[in-house]
Structures are given as structure tokens and as C-alpha cells.
């Protein structure tokens, strides 16, 4: 089979125009998903907008998909024939990482890309290999750190932490999480999930209901304080109703949320904040648990409200407030939305994407450009234990 089936990144470039190669094996851009596929997605489609050339690489994981195809968003996404053509667990992956190592290498044998954006540990892995022999600098998203136990897992990671460029993490909480391992703090930048703010956006239709008040739950609530907290406003509040917006198609979710009053985002963990900031863009006030990225997304008594983990007495009374308050309400979500076009547009995160490719283009090689503390070791972790 040949391994001329990828696109290839164009030979002219405009004044600035950066040729990207994003590699996501386990998580393409094209599915309508949430995670770590959702923020691959929204940093492209930042990217081609702001006139860079990109291809993403992502597993062959379907037997009826094409090769190569284009996104709909300016840029193309390359099906990698690594392995066979279904999902597969990180322990049957492993076994075909050289394959997709070889397709990328052959791939930029002509010309290689400016930079080289990898999200996860197999596609660090396969980067860092890919890219050596071409000295182009690999910027690195881990998307969460040994959390598999997996020897090999955690070996790729440390290698990653020594080779890699430049690490990326969706939020302070991880880059606080990746120091406390042992990766160089001055070579961790925060380049947050983004949210597409010319879909989901305050005007428009909004979805019909009976007149009463809509509190609408945005990703995962916690099972156990979090439901129980919202269960209790909606038993104990008149005339308040309650709709679960990850339950719509993302076409028609815009119009669920515009219908709410509030939305209610109280996970027990969250890496990317992407269902919240899909609420604010739609100019809804939040009120959300602080952890992960929600810490970073949502500004206590400005764009909504944060509630300490487990504190479901909290939630519940936070949510009564607000309720209860219009006024609040209305300056809560003209803030939230503020607050998603100057740090979490697609706009915004290609610049701050752009900036981290540029420092790294522009210093030593990669090989040499980081290495991380004596503390990551080969086992991925800082003589401690990882889960």
C-alpha cells in the first residue's frame, strides 16, 4: 500500500503563514464529540481561519472512511492505516504505533511542517519519532498523565517530557499537575479548549417551553452531590423546570440554552470546560463546580458562580439565589459572553496556540530545547505512585 495517501502540506507560504501538522491518533477532529476531539477541532478550525495550513493525522479506526478528506473548516484530516480499521484499547494500540510512525515520517520526507502539534501520549510518541530526523520542533498537549498504569504509557510520557519542545495544558490546574511531576514549569504554557462564538451565540431562536423557570444541565454532573443538589432546587423551587442540554444534537443545542435562565455544570472533574463555555457563548449564567478548567472559565460573582467540590447544600442555594435575582442574571450572561470572545474564541486560541509555535520555531533544536527536572522519571512520575 502506498503511503502517498496523506495531503501534503503546500510549498508556498504567505508572509507568516505557518505549516502545521496536528496529530490526534485516538481522537480526530471530525466526530461530533466532547473531550479531547472537541478541542482538537475548535484549535484547528482557530487555526485555517487565521490563514495557517493545516493537516491533522489522526487513526484509521473506520473501514469506510476515505484516506484523506477535507474538514469543511480549511483544513484536511488524514485517515493514518495503522492497525485495523476499528476502535481500539491503548493496549492494542501500542502494537501499531510504529506503522503510524513510519506513515508520518514518509509523509514529511518531502517537505516537513513548520511545527508539530501533538494531543495525548501515543501521538507525542509518535511525534517525537516521526520528527527527529527533521529537527521540527513537537509542541505537546498531554491531555491528562499516566493515568492507564500502562508501562508504556508512562514511559512514551517521560520520553515525550525530554523531547518535546513545549507543553501545552488546557487549564492552570493541569499546568499546576504537570510541574508537580516534574515537567519545567517555564516551558508550559496554558492554551485553553475554545468554543465556536458564531454558533453558539445569544440571538436566535431559543427552544419553546411552558413559561417556567430553566435551569439547564451542560456536561457530566456529578452523580451523587451535584444531582442531588439540582433535584432539590427543582423540588423545592415553584415554576422551575429541568433540561438536560447534553441530551440534544449539538445543532440544536444553542437554542436549548438560550431558553435557560441558568446553567448548572457541576462535574466531579473537568478537563476542558467546553460545555460551560458553550452556555456562556449563548450569554446563559453558570453556576459550576470549581475544578479543572471550570476554575479558569467561570469568574465568581462576574460571569457566574463557583462552588467548592462536594458542596451540595452550596449548589443548591447558589442556584435558588440566582434564580431569584433577574437583574443578576442579565449581567452575569452579558459578562459570560464577554468573557468567551476575549480568552476562549477560536480566534483567541489560535493566537495563543500561534504564540507558543513561534517561540519554539525560533529556538534550538527540539532534541535539546527541553528537558524536564530530575524528578520525571522512566516509570512517568515523580517517585510517587500514579493512578
Same mark, same amino acid.
Given at each position: 500500500m502506498s503511503r502517498q495517501l496523506g495531503v501534503e502540506l503546500k510549498t508556498e507560504d504567505a508572509a507568516g503563514r505557518m505549516r502545521i501538522a496536528m496529530v490526534s491518533v485516538q481522537a480526530g477532529p471530525l466526530a461530533e464529540s466532547a473531550g479531547q476531539a472537541a478541542h482538537v477541532a475548535e484549535l484547528c478550525a482557530g487555526l485555517s481561519a487565521s490563514g495557517h495550513e493545516l493537516v491533522?493525522?489522526?487513526?484509521?479506526?473506520?473501514?469506510?472512511?476515505?484516506?484523506?478528506?477535507?474538514?469543511?473548516?480549511?483544513?484536511?484530516?488524514?485517515?493514518?492505516?495503522?492497525?485495523?480499521?476499528?476502535?481500539?484499547?491503548?493496549?492494542?494500540?501500542?502494537?501499531?504505533?510504529?506503522?503510524?510512525?513510519? @506513515?508520518?515520517a514518509e509523509?514529511?520526507?518531502?517537505?516537513?511542517?513548520?511545527?508539530?502539534h501533538s494531543h495525548h501520549w501515543a501521538s507525542g510518541l509518535v511525534s517525537v519519532i516521526g520528527t527527529h530526523r527533521f529537527q521540527v520542533p513537537v509542541v505537546h498537549s498531554y491531555h491528562g498523565f499516566g493515568e492507564s498504569g500502562m508501562k508504556q504509557r508512562s514511559d512514551a510520557e517521560a520520553l515525550?517530557?525530554?523531547?518535546?519542545?513545549?507543553?501545552?495544558?488546557?487549564?492552570?490546574?493541569?499546568?499546576?499537575?504537570?510541574?508537580?511531576? !516534574?515537567?519545567?514549569r517555564?516551558?508550559?504554557?496554558?492554551?485553553?479548549s475554545g468554543v465556536n462564538s458564531d454558533f453558539f451565540t445569544p440571538d !436566535?431562536?431559543?427552544?419553546?417551553?411552558?413559561?417556567?423557570?430553566?435551569?439547564?444541565?451542560?456536561?457530566?454532573?456529578?452523580?451523587?452531590?451535584?444531582?442531588?443538589?439540582?433535584?432539590?432546587?427543582?423540588?423545592?423551587v415553584d415554576h422551575v423546570e429541568l433540561v438536560d442540554a447534553n441530551a440534544v444534537p449539538r445543532t440544536d443545542r444553542p437554542a436549548v440554552l438560550r431558553s435557560a435562565d441558568v446553567a448548572v455544570c457541576a462535574p466531579a472533574a473537568d478537563r476542558y470546560g467546553s460545555a460551560a463555555l458553550e452556555a456562556m457563548a449563548c450569554g446563559v449564567p453558570v453556576v459550576a463546580t470549581a475544578v479543572g478548567a471550570l476554575s479558569d472559565i467561570v469568574l465568581p460573582?462576574?460571569?457566574?458562580?463557583?462552588?467548592?467540590?462536594?458542596?451540595?447544600?452550596?449548589?443548591?442555594?447558589?442556584?435558588?439565589?440566582?434564580?431569584?435575582?433577574?437583574?443578576?442574571?442579565?449581567? @452575569?450572561?452579558?459578562?459570560?459572553?464577554d468573557r468567551v470572545l476575549g480568552r476562549y474564541s477560536r480566534s483567541q486560541l489560535a493566537k495563543e496556540a500561534m504564540a507558543v509555535y513561534e517561540r519554539?520555531?525560533?529556538?534550538?533544536?527540539?532534541?535539546?530545547?527541553?528537558?524536564?527536572? !530530575?524528578?520525571?522519571?522512566?516509570?512517568?512520575?515523580? !517517585?510517587r505512585t500514579r493512578p
Open positions: 491533522v493525522y489522526t487513526r484509521r479506526d473506520d473501514s469506510t472512511s476515505p484516506a484523506a478528506l477535507s474538514s469543511g473548516h480549511g483544513y484536511d484530516v488524514v485517515d493514518v492505516p495503522a492497525g485495523p480499521a476499528r476502535t481500539l484499547a491503548e493496549n492494542e494500540l501500542v502494537n501499531h504505533l510504529g506503522d503510524f510512525t513510519e @506513515f508520518l509523509q514529511w520526507q518531502a517537505r516537513p511542517p513548520d511545527v508539530v515525550i517530557a525530554r523531547r518535546a519542545a513545549w507543553i501545552t495544558a488546557t487549564s492552570s490546574a493541569e499546568a499546576a499537575e504537570l510541574s508537580q511531576l !516534574g515537567v519545567r517555564n516551558r508550559i504554557s496554558v492554551v485553553p !436566535g431562536p431559543a427552544a419553546v417551553h411552558d413559561g417556567r423557570m430553566r435551569i439547564a444541565v451542560t456536561g457530566d454532573l456529578d452523580s451523587g452531590t451535584g444531582s442531588s443538589a439540582v433535584d432539590a432546587v427543582v423540588s423545592t460573582d462576574v460571569t457566574g458562580l463557583l462552588i467548592g467540590p462536594q458542596d451540595g447544600r452550596r449548589l443548591a442555594q447558589s442556584l435558588k439565589a440566582l434564580l431569584a435575582d433577574e437583574t443578576r442574571r442579565e449581567q @452575569f450572561g452579558i459578562a459570560a459572553r519554539v520555531t525560533l529556538a534550538e533544536p527540539p532534541a535539546q530545547a527541553h528537558r524536564s527536572r !530530575g524528578p520525571v522519571t522512566a516509570a512517568g512520575h515523580s !517517585g
